[in-house]
């Protein structure tokens, strides 16, 4: 499906293995306009925002212990850790936090069409 760029930028930003590939790949095979935002990677506290600028911050993050299930990962938890830290400015100005442990890539997205519509619709 192709993307209309008067849809929101949605930024997916998160730990390894917390969701990013996957998400993006099924929002933007609904249309939407996704980019997943490696700031795990960057000691620059707002590189999502200079990398991106997205209309919706969406922080995806999921437990050591499950990213290590994930993605089979050879890290330590100071690693993660390290991640959690390079990642608490966007955490901070996240529109939208989902903790990803014990729910299925349909259920992410389905929280986030949801969180999208009632932006889109206001208040009842």
């Known amino acids: 499906m192709k993307t209309d760029d008067s849809e929101p930028l949605i930024g997916l930003v998160g730990v390894c293995a917390?969701?990013?590939?996957?998400?993006?790949?099924h929002l933007r095979?609904?249309?939407?306009?996704?980019k997943p935002i490696a700031q795990e990677?960057?000691?620059?506290?707002?590189?999502?925002?200079?990398l991106t600028n997205p209309d919706y911050l969406i922080y995806l993050d999921a437990s050591y212990?499950?990213?290590?299930a994930r993605?089979?990962?050879r890290w330590t938890e100071k690693e993660y850790q390290?991640?959690?830290?390079?990642?608490?400015?966007?955490?901070?100005?996240a529109n939208?936090?989902?903790?990803?442990?014990?729910?299925?890539?349909?259920?992410?997205?389905e929280k986030i069409i949801n969180f999208l519509s009632e932006r889109?619709?206001?208040p009842d």
């Open 18 to 25: 917390a969701g990013k590939s996957t998400i993006t790949m």
């Open 29 to 34: 095979a609904l249309g939407m306009r996704v």
């Open 41 to 50: 990677h960057s000691y620059v506290p707002d590189m999502w925002k200079k």
């Open 65 to 68: 212990p499950v990213t290590i």
């Open 71 to 73: 993605r089979n990962l």
């Open 82 to 93: 390290e991640q959690q830290y390079r990642l608490r400015h966007a955490r901070q100005y």
């Open 96 to 109: 939208l936090y989902l903790f990803t442990d014990d729910l299925t890539p349909q259920q992410v997205v």
């Open 120 to 122: 889109r619709t206001g």
